[in-house]
């Protein structure tokens, strides 16, 4: 007998009027919403317009939903409902996070630089903020019944609905809420990526890479737990091979950040859009054009030597 479980939600939605609004699509509205409430703060402390924040999350939410639709179409097509709409059926479920992310990110690199703006310090404000979205739209899973794991008997054992039970589970009743555990995982992810963005000397978009990292290895052991419906590969979940690459690519990535005058480093920086002075102010770096101007004689030593040391810092 249990002394506790996670009731399963008795409805995924609600009318509103002639609308009937899915808890899914709304969780992810409230999480899409914080972030760009959060990613406006912490452009805007970098020196950022936050307006800018504004214009990628309109590009890059229907990038997003597109991106994420089509990862699960092409790795799951088996899972797409039975009718004309069912490529196209978000409200059901099925956006592949990877795939989300990635179109998003690609459009959003076109939004920044196409303003000038710096795009690793960008990334590193958003970072946060797209775990934190993340997090709430996980609630959205729950009253969908779907992203749970194997049965359990611990008391925050999930009760799953005989109707949403996967083939060969049908006899349990309650099931590891993975969703739950990805939710406290992201929420507790994106607190770190801040305090290191504070508290470290990490270069420009390291918070990003740390992010791909960070999130696919938790990945890698939620998808060790899950049962519901997913393509196989070599007897493992398709999304375990996707989240360990990526583990890895993340921490490559990141290490390769860190190699001292690596060039490039801030690579908005090499682009006309981006050598004024306040998109130097944006990307908390010195005004290329002041350091490139030969200082007044008078004002200044001969020697090179004795030079401010500002320029060598533009490589981060």
Known sequence: MLLAAIPSPSVNGFYLGPL???FYALMY????SLAVFIGRR??????????LVDDI???????GIVGGRLYFDITTPKY????WWGPFAVWDGGLGIWGGVALATLVGIWRVRRVGANVPAMMDALAPCLLLAQAIGRIGNYFNQELFGGPTSLPWGLEISPAFRPEGYTQYSTFHPTFLYELVWDVLFAILLIQLGKRSRLRPGSLMTLYVAGYSAFRIFEESLRVDASEHFLGLRLNFFVASTLTLAGLVWTALLQRPGRPGAVAVQATPEATDGADAAEAGQPDVQDTAE?????DEPAEPAERPA???QLAD
């Open 80 to 83: 797409i409902p039975p009718h």
């Open 57 to 63: 999350s309109i590009w890059c939410v229907p990038a």
């Open 294 to 298: 030969p200082a007044d004689p008078a």
């Open 20 to 22: 009937f609004v899915h």
């Open 29 to 32: 509205i409230v999480g899409i």
């Open 42 to 51: 912490r452009w805007a402390a970098t020196g950022g317009d936050p307006e």
């Open 310 to 312: 500002s320029e060598p």
